[in-house]
Each structure stands twice: as C-alpha cells, then as structure tokens.
Nanobody, 127 residues
Framework: VQLVESGGGLVQPGGSLTLSCTAS????????IGWFRQVPGKERERVTCISPLDHTTYYTDSVKGRFTISSDNSKNTVYRRMNRLRPEDTSVYYC?????????????????????WGRGTLVTVSS
C-alpha cells in the first residue's frame, strides 16, 4: 500500500498550488482520501477529504472557498487545488486513506479514522 504526495513548494501569498496524491495497493474507491496538515509544535489538522466512490467532499472552515478537492479514479489520484494561499497555510500536507468511503464527513473525518498515510509534502507560503 502506498500513498505518494506531490506538488508542494514555495508560493507567494495569494498564489495557487495543486497537490496530488496517488494511491496504489488497495481499492481506491473503497476508501475516503483526505488531506491533513501539521506544523512543528502543533496538532495535526484535518483539511479536506473526498470519497472517490460518489465524490462526496468535506472541507474544514478555514479552507472553504479556497481549496478544491477532486479525484481521477482512472488514475487512483486525488488532486487538491489551493487558491488564495495565506502564510498560515504553510505546513506539511499529508495524504491519507480511510475505510469506508463514508468516513468523509464532518463527524467522521479524523486522523484516527485513517488507515494509510503518505510521507507528506511541504507547502510554504511566503513572499
């Protein structure tokens, strides 16, 4: 089982970036795929998730209207487009998969509900 994130980097405030998470080794549509972020010294924070089975999505309040999550089931890949980035979005972003797909709700989406994790990709928002 593997989750591989890509697309991180340095971006100026107000800019945009797209992260990808490609899954292998499990049935993509049997899971919810989510993103978490964590900065040193702080708790890991949930950001957004999607159920590739029916494209149900969840966004935490701080990213609503700025981040968009989508999935390409033919490629076992989830994309997260981040617009209007802020310095406080600077973090290591982790992709995770949790079973079943119904985990992708406000009530159930949490790090303890995830079965598999990627290694993370760093996003730095700075001028």
């Amino acid at each position: 089982v593997q989750l591989v994130e890509s697309g991180g980097g340095l971006v100026q405030p107000g800019g945009s970036l797209t992260l990808s998470c490609t899954a292998s080794g499990f049935n993509f549509q049997d899971y919810a795929i989510g993103w978490f972020r964590q900065v040193p010294g702080k708790e890991r924070e949930r950001v957004t998730c999607i159920s590739p089975l029916d494209h149900t999505t969840y966004y935490t309040d701080s990213v609503k209207g700025r981040f968009t999550i989508s999935s390409d089931n033919s490629k076992n890949t989830v994309y997260r487009r981040m617009n209007r980035l802020r310095p406080e979005d600077t973090s290591v972003y982790y992709c995770a998969a949790g079973e079943p797909p119904g985990v992708c709700t406000e009530a159930m989406f949490a790090d303890y509900a995830m079965n598999y994790w990627g290694r993370g990709t760093l996003v730095t928002v700075s001028s």
